[in-house]
């Protein structure tokens, strides 16, 4: 508040019979003349100071004579009296009158002539020999050697830094003058007052009253005019001479030199890699101001904030927070607005409000990570390693970096069985799965680009998860060389056609099909199950095998009219370097 210009009420009455009269000397101590009578009608259960000679006053009052006609009074003007107690500015039945008041206390006092205006009187105002009643009321009371007074009633218990000079504050206030009349409040505008201390921005008083606060801290602030709006007022709300009482509670510090701070919750005791510009984090925090106030949470819509750092993606406060963290690490990041939403504020998020972020970060990966392998157990004889084409069949656990459970073959009681570098894994369980041998126990964590990416898995994997598989491998069948679904074992005889067409029709059926061909006998697809079961053939492990030799027999049939002749018929030596149909 710095409100400048009052303009001043007319001189009251009292001041101008002073002049009049001439009449100044104070007499020390309350009822100090007997004929002085003073009933206090009203005295407030708290009064920490009381009217001394040489404080200056502000009070209130209604002037009467005896029989009860006003010949003055400070109401009518609307406008407190105010004085200098014994210094010859007031009659002297009031100057003693006022000595050990309270403020809001009320007296009525009654003065004879010779402690007012005597047996002159003031012409056309007083007559000669009148006593006068006064009902007083103290509004405020200071004196020039007073300096701002501070009465902490709340601290908390934490306090790791104060108000120092330069500092940008927010804080609420209510305003009041010493009658506990309000004034002005920032809790009506339900909007913090804003300012730096300390550079002039306030006025002294306040400047001064503010300093060493803690946020959080509650605290009165009493200020006497002179290091407040002193003659003059504020030219609207505050008259001039008025001590002020402000009733503070801070709730936002900084300073714009600040940098970030961080404080570590929990730190992992494994901790094998720390975050670094360009990485991937998923995290979970609590967004709140500095005085508890929650504005943001990611716990609230029960997903993590996922995004890159040190690339600009989040205010610069957080960029600069979240690099150095562990997985699974807890620490709070505090943000001062230069490096959160500044002046203007976002949403629910004041302006010029430091930031509190209490963060758990769940994963983090680089779009540059391959998959990691950790190999637990091999078996003694470990020769024969998994390759492209095997057929493998192993249990698995899958998790979130933090532990959280995904799926278990275990739980299900059932193993996963695939055709290695088939496409029926995620490319990154893919590779994990290379180059094990049965019974090999391994962990393999998979980051997104290799695992479900930025979608994840709807209600089962997040988007963006690192993810942990814990396999074994409990089974493996070698597969066929790439490009192979049937191979032969051994050698290959030079009329395998003729072994097909056992009636030597030149014809051959993948099936049997009495209904169009009754006296049919040879089958294609019998010859390849029984070169199969006798060893003298082999199909691709993991695969559909009706649906291999379907797939054989429709390679033979070149112009597919669903046999095979013997003109059609070749093996796949006659076109590459491998027997196969």
């Not at 007559?127 to 050697?145: A, C, G, T």
């Not at 056609?497 to 009754?518: A, P, S, Y």
Request: aromatic letters at 10%.
């Amino acid at each position: 508040m710095a409100f400048r210009g009052w303009r001043p009420p007319p001189p009251p009455l009292l001041l101008l019979l002073l002049w009049v009269t001439g009449q100044a000397a104070p007499v020390a101590g309350l009822g100090s003349d007997a004929e002085l009578q003073i009933e206090r009608r009203f005295v407030p259960d708290e009064c920490p100071r009381t009217v001394r000679s040489g404080d200056f006053v502000r009070y209130h009052y209604v002037g009467t004579f005896p029989d009860g006609q006003k010949f003055d009074s400070s109401y009518d003007r609307d406008s407190t009296f105010n004085v200098f107690v014994g210094k010859g500015q007031l009659i002297t039945g009031m100057d003693q009158a006022l000595v050990g008041m309270c403020v809001n206390e009320r007296r009525f006092v009654k003065i004879p002539p010779k402690l007012a205006y005597g047996n002159e009187g003031v012409s056309g105002v007083i007559p000669p020999n009148s006593v006068l009643h006064f009902d007083v009321l103290l509004m405020d009371i200071w004196n020039s050697e007073d300096q701002v007074q501070i009465h902490t009633y709340f601290k908390p218990p934490s306090c790791p830094r104060t108000i120092q000079v330069s500092d940008f504050v927010r804080y609420h206030y209510n305003g009041t003058f010493l009658d506990g009349t309000l004034f002005d409040s920032s809790h009506n505008r339900m909007k913090t007052y804003d300012t730096y201390v300390g550079i002039g921005w306030l006025i002294p008083g306040m400047d001064k009253g503010l300093l060493g606060m803690c946020v959080g801290e509650k605290r009165i602030i009493t200020i006497p005019p002179f290091l407040a709006y002193g003659e003059d007022g504020d030219g609207k709300d505050i008259p001039g001479q008025a001590s002020l009482v402000f009733d503070v509670a801070l709730l936002d510090l900084h300073n714009p030199k600040d940098s970030i701070s961080i404080e570590n919750k929990v730190v992992p005791e494994n901790c094998e890699r720390i975050s670094q510009s360009g990485d991937f984090l998923r995290y979970h925090y609590n967004g709140t101001l500095l005085d508890g106030t929650l504005f943001d949470s990611s716990y609230s819509r029960n997903r993590t904030f996922d995004t890159y750092i040190g690339q600009g993606y989040v205010i610069p406060g957080m960029d600069e927070g979240l690099l150095g963290v562990c997985i699974g690490e807890k620490r709070r990041i505090v943000v001062p607005p230069h490096l959160g939403y500044g002046e203007e504020g976002r949403g629910n998020i004041p302006g010029s409000a430091v930031l509190v972020f209490d963060i758990h970060v769940i994963d983090f990966h680089n779009p540059s990570d391959s998959i990691s392998i950790t190999s637990h157990y091999k078996p003694p004889d470990c020769s024969v390693l998994s390759k492209k084409g095997d057929y493998l069949k192993y249990h698995y656990n899958a998790s979130l970096l933090d532990g959280t459970l995904l799926d278990s073959t275990w739980n299900l009681g059932k193993t996963y069985n695939i055709v290695l570098g088939s496409g029926q894994v995620v490319l990154g369980m893919d590779m994990g799965l290379r180059e094990m041998c049965v019974g090999e126990k391994r962990t393999v964590i998979i980051p997104p680009h290799l695992g479900y990416g930025e979608a994840g898995v709807d209600g089962e994997v997040p988007g963006s998860a690192v993810l942990v598989f814990d396999i074994e491998l409990l089974e493996l069948v070698a597969g066929l060389p790439e490009g192979y679904m049937f191979i032969w074992n051994g050698e290959v005889s030079p009329n395998l056609f003729e072994e097909i067409d056992k009636d030597g029709n030149g014809e051959v059926l993948l099936e049997e099909q009495l209904f169009f061909r009754r006296n049919c006998t040879e089958k294609f697809s019998e010859y390849i199950h029984a070169q199969v079961a006798s060893g003298k053939g082999k199909l691709a492990p993991g695969f559909d095998a009706e649906l291999i030799v379907k797939n054989m027999f429709t390679n033979q049939d070149r112009n597919g009219d669903g046999k095979v002749t013997a003109e059609e018929f070749k093996l796949k030596d006659q076109e590459a370097k491998h027997d196969e149909l």
